[in-house]
């Protein structure tokens, strides 16, 4: 006889390994991780957004102050403000929209972890 072969039981439903190669997987942890990635990413562009308004905003504030009567400029300053108010406007709307979608459909949009989870029954 060459040797022995040892049966295992082995738990599917805790991930639970034997030996060197044991592993106890919490099958949420994976999504906890997917679900703050994708947070922050929506943060920083959220952040993001905001100061690039501030930063348009600003910018078309000292064109208008330097235009100096003159309307042609004047009138580039105000668009560019429009234009800024409007992403600015566009930027909240959309978040705004995804949080009441989520909220109405029975499932957070932004916190894409927990939906996968329901999804995936862990």
């Known amino acids: 006889m060459i040797g022995k072969v040892h049966a295992s039981s082995v738990s599917l439903g805790n991930f639970v390994g034997v030996g060197p190669m ?3 997987i ?5 999504l906890s991780l997917l679900e703050k990635v ?3 990413i929506i943060g920083i562009m959220t952040i993001g957004g905001g100061i690039y308004f501030l930063f348009i905003f600003i910018t078309a504030a000292f064109q208008w102050i ?3 009567g003159d309307k042609n400029k004047l009138q580039k ?3 560019k403000i429009v234009q800024a108010v409007i992403g600015l406007v566009v930027l909240v709307a959309a978040y705004a929209i995804i949080s009441v979608l989520g909220f109405v459909l029975g499932f957070s949009i932004l916190q894409p972890g927990s939906l996968l989870g329901d999804i995936w029954g862990s």
């Open 22 to 24: 044991y592993t106890n």
């Open 26 to 30: 919490n099958p949420a942890e994976p």
């Open 38 to 40: 994708i947070s922050v």
């Open 66 to 68: 330097e235009a100096g």
């Open 77 to 79: 300053a105000r668009d």
